[in-house]
């Protein structure tokens, strides 16, 4: 089983509320994706607590091997929401490991 973990820093907005909605809206689009992608074998999206961190934004997802997880890379909706992503945000940090 393959833990794929993937962490965002958001850019700056003109408010916190469109901030806000921004995370609604990318996490709202990751957890439709199990329903949409047969090999995401689980998936949670968790938003940070701590406005001191750098981080916004956890994906956290599970798959049965690297096989799977590169099929659900290039899967037309995980890119879909990749585009969402990518307009929002300045960082990311990725790791994938076995478990």
Not at 16 to 28: D, F, S
Not at 33 to 56: C, H, S, Y
Not at 64 to 83: C, I, S, T
Request: charged fraction near 30%.
């Amino acid at each position: 089983m393959i833990k794929h973990v993937v962490l965002w820093q958001l850019k700056e907005f003109a408010t916190e509320m469109e901030k806000k909605q921004k995370i609604g809206e990318i996490k709202e689009a990751l957890e439709a994706l199990p329903e949409k992608i047969v090999e995401i074998k689980g998936l949670e999206v968790f938003v940070n607590a701590n406005a001191a961190e750098k981080f916004d934004i956890m994906l956290e997802s599970s798959f049965e091997n690297l096989e799977e997880l590169a099929l659900y890379a290039k899967h037309p909706d995980h890119v879909a929401v990749g585009a969402i992503i990518k307009q929002a945000v300045v960082s990311r940090a990725c790791v994938d490991y076995e478990i």
